[in-house]
């Protein structure tokens, strides 16, 4: 979770997942989305891959060149969205046990 939060604390990776979240690209494709040379889009991509949120699929493009596409991979994100709903259960129980404070003072003034 901790390196699944750090790779998304840039906002540039941010934006890459939600580019890669419509459909898997290439690095090319991504760092022009963006506006970044190839070597910076490199070094994102490779703090994305080291944290698992995306992985590379090798293509065959024209005279046999290979391509790598990105994509992402869905562990890192379900992982993230549990430890999220946990801290929403958290939260509502918190509030809502605040909620019937308040209400309990309000009519122990009114009476």
């Known amino acids: 979770l901790d390196t699944?939060?750090?790779?998304?604390?840039?906002?540039?990776?941010?934006?890459v997942v939600e580019l890669l979240r419509e459909r898997p690209r290439r690095a090319?494709?991504?760092?022009?989305?963006?506006?970044?040379?190839?070597?910076?889009?490199?070094?994102?991509l490779r703090v994305l891959r080291?944290?698992?949120?995306?992985?590379?699929?090798e293509e065959r493009g024209d005279q046999d060149a290979r391509l790598r596409v990105y994509r992402l991979r869905p562990e890192p994100f379900v992982?993230?969205?549990?430890?999220?709903?946990?801290?929403?259960?958290?939260?509502?129980?918190?509030?809502?046990?605040?909620?019937?404070?308040?209400?309990r003072t309000q009519k122990g003034e009114h009476t």
């Open 50 to 57: 080291a944290s698992g949120l995306v992985e590379v699929e």
């Open 79 to 103: 992982e993230l969205q549990t430890w999220l709903d946990q801290m929403q259960a958290f939260w509502n129980d918190q509030l809502g046990a605040f909620k019937e404070h308040v209400e």
């Open 28 to 44: 090319g494709e991504l760092a022009a989305a963006v506006a970044m040379s190839g070597p910076a889009m490199s070094r994102h």
């Open 4 to 15: 699944t939060l750090a790779a998304l604390a840039d906002p540039t990776r941010r934006h």
